[in-house]
């Protein structure tokens, strides 16, 4: 069974500060998709990035990037220049290529500090 | 942009009471989920759905759970016999295939069993 662990329950930072959010995960599959989501107190879930599995190269997306180690099965998810609406839950995710089970972690609780 | 809409925003029910729970997914979408996150906590995968029947489903979607597409538009989460513990937001979420693995999130029901 695939499982995935965030094992930061809460990180604040200071705004316009960099801060990384750790996430691990454990599957024997070799083809499968990593997410990081974003929960506001609005409460609806946002797709924050995506990586495909077989792709080497780290995903980015603006002020998002994150570190994949295939061989570690790690996915962390660093935040630049942070900003007072990253105040939110975050979440990482995982799912099987060809699988309709997407799991996902316990969590983060990032705060933004001005 | 198009969007999961999910009806009602915040369900109130007596303990034992049938409670249903509607989402409009995407309408290209082929894949339907929900999960349940309790208060605070872990966002849960309860059922996946394609192709007219439930293709995967986790341990907590028991027989007091059932899903179902009766109109080629709306997927419904029927909870038989609630109980207190049922308390959560109920979040349906769609994809539209295996390609890009995004899951695209509604705002929630939230359920209270008093």
């Known amino acids: 069974a695939q499982t995935v662990t965030q094992s930061q329950p809460e990180m604040s930072v200071q705004e316009a500060e960099t801060v990384t959010l750790s996430c691990t995960y454990d599957?024997?599959?070799?083809?499968?998709?990593l997410f990081w989501y974003k929960q506001p107190p609005s409460r609806q879930m946002i797709l924050v990035i995506r990586?495909?599995?077989?792709?080497?190269q780290n995903a980015t997306e603006n002020r998002f990037s994150v570190n994949f180690q295939k061989a570690a099965k790690s996915f962390s998810l660093k935040i630049s220049d942070s900003q007072l609406g990253d105040t939110a839950m975050y979440f990482c995710?995982?799912?099987?290529?060809?699988?309709?089970?997407?799991?996902f972690g316990a969590g983060t609780r990032l705060t933004v500090k001005p | 942009e198009p969007e999961v809409t999910q009806t009602p925003s915040h369900q109130v029910t007596q303990m034992g009471q049938e409670v249903i729970l509607r989402c409009v997914p995407i309408?290209?979408?082929?894949?339907f989920y929900w999960y349940r996150q309790i208060l605070g906590q872990k966002v849960e995968f309860l059922v996946s759905?394609?192709?007219?029947?439930?293709?995967?489903k986790s341990e907590i979607f028991d027989d007091q759970f059932s899903v179902e597409r009766p109109d080629g538009s709306n997927f419904t989460l029927k909870i038989r016999s609630t109980k207190l513990e049922d308390s959560a937001m109920y979040f349906c979420?769609?994809?539209?295939?295996?390609?890009?693995?995004?899951?695209?999130f509604g705002e929630g029901s939230r359920l209270t069993v008093l």
């Open positions: 309408s290209n979408h082929l894949y």
């Open positions: 759905f394609y192709n007219n029947e439930i293709s995967e």
């Open positions: 979420a769609s994809r539209a295939g295996t390609g890009t693995g995004e899951l695209f």
């Open positions: 990586q495909e599995a077989y792709k080497q």
């Open positions: 599957t024997s599959e070799s083809n499968y998709y």
């Open positions: 995710a995982f799912i099987l290529y060809n699988n309709n089970d997407m799991r």
